[in-house]
């Protein structure tokens, strides 16, 4: 079945440093996948997204590439700020559908000043 | 939009009482999901419907747990008997079949079973 795999954390940066963080799946076909950020005490939001191969998901300085060779959806920032510090969860869905999404297990984010 | 609503946002009820969690989902959605989230096992999907159909309930605990959609735009999530391991944050996520993929999810519920 489909499955997703992130780098696994904490992670801890400081302010303005270079951020990225792994995230590889398993999936047939060509599914889309995700980037959902949850701060503290909050519900999932999506972060940016990518539907087919080549395609880049950008939004808040984050961005993705969707790459299908390499099976890969890594999320990437120039520069981190504190308020940046949450737990990002990378996700597929299959064939773009809005089915059930495959989570990957999360990963921690803190930004130190 | 005011986006996922759910309600009640902090619940503390006893073991051996039933709960009941709500959501509403964005008005012109046609899925909606039910997810469990606890520090020990992540996030969980618990069901899911489609068209106020529910689709996939594998991920349904046991028969303590029970969700329905009456409508379009309500759906509730009830456990009972609930006991202390039911204690986690409850979100409600919803999206739409033609919005390319993507759910969006409610603030959640923090359930508490003593």
């Known amino acids: 079945g489909d499955s997703v795999t992130q780098m696994e954390g904490p992670v801890t940066l400081s302010e303005e440093a270079f951020l990225t963080i792994n995230c590889t799946y398993t999936?047939?076909?060509?599914?889309?996948l995700f980037w959902y950020v949850q701060y503290p005490g909050e519900g999932l939001q999506l972060l940016l997204k990518?539907?087919?191969?080549?395609d880049k998901g950008s939004n808040k300085g984050f961005e993705a590439t969707y790459r299908k060779e390499t099976t890969s959806f890594h999320l990437e920032k120039g520069s981190v700020q504190v308020s940046d510090s949450a737990v990002y969860f990378c996700?597929?869905?299959?064939?773009?559908?809005?089915?059930?999404?495959?989570f990957g297990s999360g990963t921690q984010l803190t930004v130190l000043p | 939009d005011a986006g996922v609503i759910q309600s009640p946002r902090h619940e503390v009820t006893e073991m051996g009482q039933e709960v009941t969690l709500r959501c509403k989902p964005i008005?012109?959605?046609?899925?909606l999901f039910w997810y469990r989230q606890t520090m020990m096992r992540g996030l969980e999907l618990l069901i899911y419907?489609?068209?106020?159909?529910?689709?996939?309930d594998s991920g349904m605990p046991e028969d303590r747990f029970s969700a329905k959609m009456p409508n379009a735009s309500f759906s509730t999530l009830k456990i009972q008997p609930s006991e202390p391991r039911d204690s986690a944050v409850y979100f409600c996520?919803?999206?739409?079949?033609?919005?390319?993929?993507?759910?969006?999810f409610g603030p959640g519920t923090r359930l508490t079973v003593l």
């Open positions: 996520a919803s999206s739409f079949a033609a919005g390319g993929g993507g759910q969006f």
């Open positions: 990518a539907t087919k191969a080549d």
């Open positions: 419907f489609n068209n106020n159909v529910p689709i996939d």
């Open positions: 008005s012109g959605h046609d899925y």
């Open positions: 999936a047939t076909g060509y599914p889309s």
């Open positions: 996700a597929l869905s299959p064939s773009g559908s809005a089915r059930q999404l495959t």
